[in-house]
């Protein structure tokens, strides 16, 4: 392990957003407002599935106080996350594929009248099936929702890869397991809704806000849509209000916007309401998953088989790599030496589903962190014991060729094993009550370069200054995350500054250079590496000017606390750090330097490594205690326990609120939280009130727990606590409830209905 | 002379921002409104000169709605261009020193609380002698306006500088003529008041939006006066409407948005009115010059002597560095070996007198130009005749040590002379119509870094991107002159890519490197060269991939129109400059590197010299044509002639624009402008209905001249063109007013009431 004191890296340091969202002062993009702005409201399809015959706007462009109308035949360059399959349209093209899909959207003076116009616009439709179950979807007779499709029966992407025998492994196996699980329809609910605001200039150049996690993608699909050179857009990210890979991918009020802005000749606001945000989705695949494990008499691990229908909805987004992330991180963080996946997306009549915490983990991980909690107890050990013998150590290769250079997963089990007391609570506490343990892990640093072929994945810039202080340039973008704090703190321990003297300038397309976006727990690794790779190439400069006025080698030369010194000579060989500075600055001029980062490319066995290869990997270890009131069929989770391996926490607090913010999340997912969709395809509850989401008063006491661990290949050891931590959520919970009342959910969310159902039916059983 | 084929450089392109002006969507800094800003309002002293015994603000700060009361005492930290010698305070502090001076500053919830609540505050003071004269200010016994200055009688910074045997020379000379000159006091007259808002946010930071020539001294004195860190500071320039050195330094208002914004804790607007600006002033010195021009049988000049009061008003502002600019340029354009210069800058009870278009030169070239053009009429020959003999070479150094590189000052001269007829019209026009022919120069690229000691005196950073396109990060500002129209072409230039391409991103301390300010036309030199050096820096590093890529030398690399080739295989060997860029992105990170200027230093006699050497100098030479009405004295400007040496012409229309701008301006302040002091030192026309500024109907038709021209070390051949065409202005009127009505004028402005009277002399002496 390396030196391990830092100064700034490992502290809980306020984030200078923090006191700016608490007093209102932070600015999101809809609070933005610009001379003779325009609002934009969007006409949605009433029907799920239908051919566009005829759109009438006349009437809306007539209206006083309407400034533009658009439809999708003036957009229709279809672009998607996988360039050479692009599904997407910034209107429905010629055809509405799910119910409430944007057909026509207006832009007036203001939103009354944007609204009162989209009653005056008329579609004639001709309608088609609506399909709302993938099984009805894949029917051999299905009419085909996207037509051009190279996969048959409404399948958008399918996916088969064996590593070992798996079949004679099964055969081999002491005791197998099978059973089929089944996750829900969820949305992200983050805070802020999709807003977006665009002005084109009299130039014919187009600056858009947009609380988006993926500027530099929006940059790139703007271009293609609008038929624009990229250089003359400029995208900038105001404060997110939460992302969740609900926006990790071009939104169409972002695009819509930019379209009325060009039309009208004037700014255009496009914000959408909370139902618009439940149209735009992009939340979790349900899955149909058949899990199967086979495992030997003392419960190691012999063969997994893995069958999932993801339901896609209607559009592509990034179903793809979700299905490609599940199939490469299937059964990690087990050893597993045999395992097969076969999995499809299936195109539904629903609005689509795509990147949500953790995608690729959250469904298979309740899958198996359940069938693994049922073969325990089936084989009479502790669940405890089987995940502990099967976890990986501290490096591992699995069969498929995943490389995973630093895990303290082993660690996690026992620390949350002991904190919770779990071995002395597991099949001892009264009915009613249980204990549940699971696993989990994420990547950390990956990117699937998708959209871009060659570049970077992260880059900075960083420019030091005696006046202006530390300015870093970056791509990554702060979502809410906090990454602008965390590059902030790695550049001050980098250049032994305090956190203060640091000014992260970040998601501006035309301001910072190139990053792939903020997602899949990348920003930390990948971002931090560049930032640090700047940092070095600074440091290198000021201490070639430091070596001269000290009379020692530069590479003798280290910096901490503003001070420049030798490490053999620290007392006497030393010098103010920004007195280096003003040297270097008065020598050579502006003190500026870049860093980048492109993870390692493996030629793995596995298609889905060749796709991207995450370099490290962070892991989670949970315990839920719940309480179930037998009577209502209520569940209270009433305790929970986490420990994490982040690799190095670069601040503890922040990790400790993606913990706790995750466990919500999946809690959210596990008891309450449900899209409902009728037959036609209309949305049932698309709004808080009828959508639930855990509020405060449904909290258990969380105690997290930040394990030791270093990564010494990652910025200042770091890995990733953003998504891992949501991964065990689930099956704790579940685990938990089977431990309480001898039942095993396999289908979410477990509502005291089910519950009350469930009792009964064991009642029956029983009787 | 270089080659000179360029695709950019030498064309008209438009100004990204000129369309955005002309519809309005340009902002200035009083077009910004922050949510929960306050508006502040000053009170001013009515008093001209005074000790403060008490200010009560408590009745202020006890109306509803303000928010916010500010005094001198809170800001007792003195600053000015010179460190060493500050003499200006945020609000007046223990006196007052002239009619309107700030003493108190109140933030409201509206303008009219704010402007209500000063009515509230009360002062008391004890009243000092004004004065409003150099003549009673420098009296033996006058009180001293600045106690703590270390010259006597009130005198601010004094010099006295010979070089030659000048008494021998005027001795020896065949004929010498002196006169005496006053100029007058004139305002700048810029279309947009000084305007800041300031805001702090929750975690202290300050941002300050501000219309400044010089936002990194206006970043410094901020750090000083608000006793806080730099690095905690941000300015920002958004469109400046206008500036001509009236911008060149601190305003009260920057100071005192910033305080009270600190002390309300909410952003703060302070816009000031017309009669405001007046009041914080900073336009043209009155001096009284005397001076004497000794001449040969020949006409070649033999000797001068200069002696001038420089009226300074009430603080230090740019005065001793306008001192010593006079000072250092004072006989150029012509070769003069033998000199005297005797000046003094002096304190009065006026709003500060400072930089001004031009400043340094316009007051002793009005008397140079009258009085060598009096001396040819005196000894029979054409003034043509002694201006073009005296003129320099095209290489030149003074008997100060002051060296020119370049000079086509003499193509100038011929030029215009040519253009206008002037040698037709001379003496031959009938009476009350005459020509008059004057000329001047500018330096170019020159800064005195009195408020700065070590950095480069301009830097730039350039950041190349397949997608974001050029970004250059300037420390210098646009601020109207169109400095980043001028960066944004030799960028495109350099690079070989159209000019649309390329991003300036300037004004903005926290995200572009150091600059010294736009001021004394040194941005095109300065920061032109930083820019240059910078994409020079940039192509060394694509040059080095596609070198690779084709198989040949980096060295034998060019760039043109967005393609890369082997200067000795053009057809053979190229490839796309975007290939080579994504090449070498992909190799090796972002794409940035970094210029600087700093200008040599001249170690020469003169002490001039030493404080800031010009590399380079512009020259211009102009020939008015006037019509006297001898009915009414009115003086109308008919046509006008310009043939100016700007080097290598960056941009034709708005060379242009500089020249016609500087010719209004100059015509004036010789007919028309001048701000009226009464003898209690308050202004009598601080407004532009009672201070006359030339209006469209005023203007002659301005046939401008672009002479063939390239100064070999300068980007691209630049030099300047924003100051040096005013500096003839007012004895070329002049001059041409002798011609018309045989009256030299030698005070400003020529007046109609001072024409008839002149008449009227002339007619009673003749009589």
Not at 191 to 215: C, M, R, Y
Not at 324 to 353: E, I, Q, S, W
């Amino acid at each position: 392990m390396a030196e391990k004191t830092f100064r700034v890296v490992g502290t809980s340091v306020t984030r200078k957003d923090a006191p700016l969202k608490a007093r209102g002062e932070a600015l999101y993009a809809d609070d933005i407002r610009l001379p003779l702005m325009l609002h934009a409201r969007v006409k949605r399809a009433d029907v799920g599935h239908a051919r566009i015959l005829r759109i009438d706007t006349s009437k809306a462009e007539a209206l006083p106080g309407v400034k533009a109308v658009v439809v999708g035949e003036e957009a229709p360059i279809p672009y998607g996350i996988v360039p050479q399959m692009p599904t997407e349209y910034a209107l429905a093209y010629k055809k509405v594929r799910y119910h409430g899909e944007p057909v026509a959207a207006v832009a007036a003076v203001d939103p009354d009248t944007a609204e009162k116009a989209l009653d005056l616009i008329e579609v004639e439709y001709e309608p088609l099936p609506v399909y709302t179950d993938p099984k009805e979807a894949m029917a051999p007779d299905a009419v085909k929702i996207h037509e051009e499709s190279p996969f048959p029966a409404n399948i958008a992407y399918q996916a088969e890869q064996e590593f070992g025998d798996v079949d004679r492994a099964f055969a081999e196996s002491h005791y197998v397991l099978e059973k089929t699980f089944r996750t829900s329809y969820v949305n992200h609910a983050f805070l802020e809704p999709h807003s977006a605001v665009a002005k084109f200039d009299t130039n014919g150049e187009l600056t858009i806000w947009s609380g988006t996690q993926v500027p530099h993608y929006l940059h790139r699909t703007l271009s293609k849509v609008l038929e624009m050179p990229m250089q003359k857009i400029h995208v900038k990210v105001p404060k997110v209000g939460g992302g969740f890979g609900g926006k990790g991918e071009v939104s169409n009020n972002e695009l819509i916007a930019a379209l009325l802005a060009r039309k009208a000749g004037r700014p255009v606001k496009l914000t959408y309401s909370r139902k618009e945000v439940f149209l735009q989705h992009r939340g979790r695949h349900p899955i149909e998953i058949r899990m199967k494990i086979g495992v030997d008499r003392d419960g190691y691990i012999q063969a997994l088989e893995y069958d999932g229908t993801m339901d896609g909805g209607a559009y592509g987004g990034w179903g793809v790599v979700i299905l490609f992330y599940t199939a490469a991180m299937l059964h990690l963080p087990y050893k597993v030496k045999n395992v097969r996946f076969r999995g499809r997306r299936v195109y539904t009549n629903k609005p689509t589903c795509g990147a949500m915490r953790g995608l690729g983990g959250v469904q298979p991980r309740f899958a198996m962190e359940s069938l693994l909690d049922q073969i325990a107890i089936d084989l009479g050990m502790s669940p405890y014991e089987i995940k502990k013998k099967n976890a990986i150590d501290q490096t591992h290769e699995t069969v498929s060729g995943v490389y995973v250079r630093h895990s303290e997963y082993k660690q996690c089990i026992d620390k949350v094993v002991e904190n919770s007391g779990y071995l002395e609570k597991h099949r001892k506490l009264p009915f009613g009550r249980g204990v549940g343990l699971a696993g989990g892990y994420y990547i950390s640093g990956t990117a699937y370069t998708l959209y871009m072929s060659y570049k970077p994945h992260s880059t900075a810039t960083v420019r030091v200054d005696t006046e202006a202080g530390v300015t870093v340039y970056c791509g990554a973008t702060d979502i809410g995350q906090g990454s602008d704090m965390v590059l902030g703190m790695m550049a001050a321990e980098k250049l032994g500054l305090p956190f203060d003297q640091i000014h992260v300038v970040s998601g501006d397309t035309t301001l910072a250079p190139f990053d792939l976006g903020s997602f899949a727990s990348r920003v930390t690794v990948a971002a931090g590496t560049a930032v640090c790779q700047a940092c070095d190439r600074v440091l290198e400069k000021i201490f070639s000017v430091a070596a001269v006025q000290l009379g020692c080698r530069a590479q003798q030369l280290a910096v901490a606390d503003g001070e420049i010194y030798s490490v053999f000579e620290p007392h006497k060989k030393r010098m103010g750090f920004w007195e280096a500075v003003e040297r270097y600055i008065d020598a050579n001029g502006p003190l500026v330097a870049s860093g980048e980062f492109t993870p390692p490319r493996r030629t793995g066995k596995f298609k889905g490594a060749n796709i991207g290869h995450s370099p490290t990997y962070g892991f989670t270890a949970q315990v839920a205690e719940v309480e179930v009131d037998t009577e209502t069929g209520e569940i209270r989770v009433v305790n929970y326990w986490e420990a994490g391996d982040c690799g190095q926490a670069i601040n503890p607090q922040s990790v400790e609120g993606q913990v706790e913010g995750s466990i919500v999340m999946g809690m959210g997912q596990a008891l309450f939280e449900q899209v409902r969709v009728a037959e036609d395809g209309r949305l049932l509850n698309p709004n808080l009130h009828d959508y639930k989401v855990p509020t405060a008063a449904d909290l258990p006491q969380i105690r997290t727990h930040i394990v030791d661990s270093y990564d010494p290949d990652s910025p200042f050891g770091a890995k990733e606590s953003g998504e891992g931590p949501i991964q065990p959520v689930i099956p704790a919970i579940l685990n938990a409830i089977y431990d309480a009342i001898g039942v095993r959910f396999t289908e979410m969310p477990v509502t005291p209905e089910k519950v009350l159902e469930a009792l009964e039916r064991r009642k029956s059983e029983r009787s």
